[in-house]
Nanobody
Framework: QVQLVETGGGLVQAGGSLRLSCAAS????????MGWFRQAPGKEREFAAA????????YYADSVKGRFTISRDNAKSTVYLQMNSLKPEDTAVYYC????????????????WGQGTQVTVSS
């Protein structure tokens, strides 16, 4: 019943931008912390960004801070990740997640997950 669907991934050159979207259904969207994680081949899933239920508070991994911006539209049950100044090391599958722990940075702190969308940054 609960579904998170990511869109917007693709291939981009270093220095370029992408905007990821995650549409949620089957949850009371406005009550959840929403996060973005990423996983590169052979590596563990790592935290990228999160946003609280109202959208007033955001937090980021040091590796993306200043380049990525997370936002949400509760009326549309959608969370976004605007990615600017992309680097080859940003290449990964990006996952949308929903949880209830404030400032959650570990995958285990999130209850629901999307299928992921591939982001590839060429050098």
């Amino acid at each position: 019943q609960v579904q998170l669907v990511e869109t917007g991934g693709g291939l981009v050159q270093a220095g370029g931008s992408l905007r990821l979207s995650c549409a949620a259904s089957g949850v009371t969207f406005a009550t959840y912390v929403m996060g973005w994680f990423r996983q590169a081949p052979g590596k563990e899933r790592e935290f990228a960004a999160a946003i609280n239920w109202s959208g007033a508070y955001t937090y980021y991994a040091d590796s993306v801070k200043g380049r990525f911006t997370i936002s949400r539209d509760n009326a549309k049950s959608t969370v976004y990740l605007q990615m600017n100044s992309l680097k080859p090391e940003d290449t990964a599958v990006y996952y949308c997640a929903a949880g209830r722990k404030l400032e959650g940075r570990s995958p285990g702190e999130y209850e629901y997950w999307g299928q992921g969308t591939q982001v590839t940054v060429s050098s």
